[in-house]
């Protein structure tokens, strides 16, 4: 099947930087849209950031500016630096693909999503 791993969360002061990324992998044909989200405790998992397999982007408000969201088709990973940190970015960031993939000799699409990585940005 396929996995997508999430690396980079880490405590942070605001103002600080930090860069986060997602790895695809498994019997993979293509990947489309790939993204990330972001749910803070109590809070309901929100949109930060898209981007296409042709690197169109876009971006939640409260991130313009201070976020910046890329891929490297070649190693089927995203990613997705973070300057400027404030305490209102501390979340669980996931990261999800719409991709297509080989289960046997079938061809089959799927949105998949990472286990999370958290971010804490101390005031």
């Known amino acids: 099947q396929v996995h997508l791993v999430e690396s980079g969360g880490g405590l942070v002061q605001a103002g600080g930087s930090l860069r986060l990324s997602c790895a695809a992998s498994?019997?993979?044909?293509?990947?489309?849209?790939m993204g990330w989200y972001r749910q803070a405790p109590g809070k309901q998992r929100e949109l930060v950031a898209t981007?296409?397999?042709?690197?169109?982007?876009n971006y939640v408000d409260s991130v313009k500016g201070r976020f910046t969201i890329s891929r490297d088709n070649a190693k089927n990973t995203v990613y997705l630096q973070m300057n400027n940190l404030k305490p209102e970015d501390t979340a669980i960031y996931y990261c999800?693909?719409?991709?297509?993939?080989?289960?046997?000799?079938?061809?089959?699409?799927?949105?998949?999503w990472g286990q999370g990585t958290q971010v804490t940005v101390s005031s």
């Open positions: 999800n693909a719409d991709l297509f993939y080989y289960s046997g000799i079938d061809r089959r699409s799927t949105r998949n």
């Open positions: 981007i296409t397999s042709g690197g169109s982007t």
């Open positions: 498994g019997s993979i044909i293509s990947i489309n849209n």
